[in-house]
């Protein structure tokens, strides 16, 4: 199953495509193109190679336990917005969100659960953020690629327009990478688990990658001459192509960031 089914695999790198070259070109311009496909298929055979950190590992496996992850991420999305007041959540709120999808209150308020110090990282003293929580909620929850895709678009989509323009997409891709490389690692830190500083080290060096990632993605998302991207365009890309499904899931992001670090990440 791709990277987005329930089984939570990531889709390995997509294999090269052949490509015809328009023998009209000019001989400078299909030398060119040869030598970007040839770059591209050394990358991805590279990162067929790559071997996750151990710390990864440890990740994914906590990150699974965490109560959104057995959810769908549309449910998830629905609840925390429609409780929420002013962008904002009390945990009276967050227990009434969650109530209808049997999610334990006790995540909210035992300080002894790792998943409770992992959440606390959406909070700013009592009150959490409805659209941080709620991007959790995308990021780790269930869905197929399609719905993913939709509700992962209306989140960042704020005006309705049913556009995402570059620097949207380039804080939205932010605002993923955020919660992807420096929050979920947290919920991965305890006694035969990681320390503090392996978690901290580990996102360290996740961040490094982030704008060559975030401008990637964006080349890929935007067409040549466009200022953004529309829904249909963006849910067509995003669930359709292998690596872009990556985005679905917040270890899909590591992972696609952990290739960047390696400089082995391709489109």
């Not at 790198?13 to 070259?21: E, H, L, N």
């Not at 989140?155 to 327009?161: G, L, T, V």
């Amino acid at each position: 199953m791709g990277c987005c089914g329930s089984s939570q695999v990531v889709a390995p790198p997509p294999a090269p495509i052949p490509i015809k070259i328009d023998p009209t070109l000019p001989p400078a311009e299909q030398e060119a193109i040869k030598e970007q496909v040839n770059v591209r298929a050394n990358k991805i055979a590279a990162a067929q190679k790559l071997e996750l950190d151990p710390e990864e590992k440890v990740i994914r496996s906590e990150e699974k336990k965490i109560p959104f992850a057995q959810k769908k991420a549309r449910d998830l999305d629905q609840a925390l917005k429609a409780n929420s007041l002013e962008g904002k959540l009390s945990v009276p709120q967050l227990k009434r969100a969650t109530a209808h999808l049997e999610i334990n209150p006790e995540i909210f308020t035992d300080p002894d659960l790792a998943v409770y110090k992992f959440l606390k990282k959406f909070s700013e003293g009592k009150l959490y953020e409805v659209k941080s929580l709620a991007l959790c909620g995308i990021l780790i929850g269930q869905g197929s690629n399609k719905d993913k895709a939709e509700v992962l678009f209306d989140h960042f989509d704020i005006d309705a327009s049913g556009k995402l323009e570059k620097e949207e997409l380039r804080k939205m891709l932010d605002e993923m990478v955020v919660l992807s490389a420096e929050k979920a690692p947290i919920a991965a830190i305890g006694e035969g688990l990681l320390t503090e500083e392996q978690a901290i080290a580990y996102s360290k060096k996740l961040i490094g990658a982030k704008e060559g990632f975030i401008r990637t993605i964006i080349e890929v998302l935007v067409e040549a001459g466009e200022d953004g991207v529309s829904k249909v365009e963006f849910e067509k890309k995003v669930s359709g192509h292998p690596t872009l499904q990556r985005l679905l899931w917040s270890y899909g992001i590591r992972q696609s960031l952990f290739e960047e670090a390696n400089d082995v990440f391709a489109l």
